[in-house]
């Protein structure tokens, strides 16, 4: 006896079928039956990498924000305290000198500490009567009171700092507010990964020189990392120049150099030199 083509036996393939005909299935019951092995062999789509949401860029620009504010708060005391006393040494007829920026000190003295690891104030070439170059610039010293630091500062010798060639200089000189330089390790001042924060210093439209502060990357970071962390995607802060400042991922860590990447999106933080970029969960 044959078998109709739209029928078959379920078990007709096993070896171990018993023998003898079985009940005719309908070929529409095979099909449905196929479709649902078919979909159920289908692996389910992996989940969607999370998107950052709102409250999690808020909270990290708002961290970054008052982090930076702190630092360029007390940069802004100390340009106004020496604009402030270069013109009341003006008004008294003669040139400004170094031994009037030593009024400067109890001030820095008293913004070091917590993040700030060096601060002062860097002379434009020539505005001191006394000292063609000059840095009134204090730092923190784990063995006690600040000390200042030192550096030849002849023109005329091979181991002549000058100073004016570096970003946190030339930003101030040319105009720029606010200046975020590094990371870098300051090689000559405290040998650290460090950022240095800076604004123009002037004074009736003249520019004076520049108002700076080193902050030690470590610092920056214990500081922004909290936020960071809680940022279900890679993300990472950036200066002006695509210097990675600190961040939540191995792929850009502190110092490497961000230059675009698909799947990133870039945010700036208001009012400072720093951008947030972060995945776009894509």
Excluded: K
């Excluded at 999370?50 to 409250?55: D, E, G, H, L, N």
């Excluded at 000390?147 to 100073?163: C, E, I, T």
Aim: glycine content about 8%.
């Amino acid at each position: 006896m044959t078998t109709r083509s739209d029928t078959a036996r379920p078990d007709a393939a096993r070896s171990d079928a018993p023998p003898g005909p079985g009940p005719a299935t309908p070929r529409a019951t095979l099909r449905a039956a196929s479709r649902a092995t078919s979909a159920a062999a289908v692996p389910a789509p992996p989940p969607a990498v999370p998107a950052v949401t709102a409250p999690d860029e808020a909270a990290v620009l708002a961290r970054v924000r008052d982090t930076a504010e702190e630092v360029f708060a007390a940069l802004a005391d100390v340009r106004a305290a020496t604009a402030g006393r270069a013109r009341a040494v003006r008004r008294g007829g003669r040139a400004l000198v170094s031994a009037d920026l030593a009024a400067l000190r109890p001030l820095l003295f008293g913004r070091l500490g917590t993040i700030i690891a060096g601060i002062g104030f860097i002379a434009a070439p020539g505005l001191l009567a006394d000292a063609p170059w000059y840095l009134e610039w204090w730092q923190e010293s784990p063995a006690g009171p600040p000390v200042q630091l030192l550096r030849d500062l002849d023109p005329s010798s091979s181991a002549f700092y000058d100073y004016t060639h570096w970003d946190w200089y030339t930003g101030p000189e040319s105009g720029a507010e606010r200046t975020v330089c590094g990371p870098y390790v300051d090689y000559l001042c405290t040998d650290e990964y460090s950022l240095t924060l800076s604004v123009p210093v002037t004074l009736d439209g003249v520019f004076l020189g520049v108002a700076a502060a080193d902050v030690f990357v470590r610092r920056f970071q214990a500081a922004v990392l909290p936020a960071l962390r809680e940022v279900p995607v890679p993300a990472f802060l950036v200066n002006a120049q695509g210097r990675v400042v600190a961040s939540n991922t191995a792929r850009w860590v502190a110092g490497s150099v961000y230059r675009g990447a698909e799947g990133f999106a870039v945010r700036p933080v208001p009012g400072l030199p720093l951008a947030l970029v972060e995945g776009t969960g894509r």
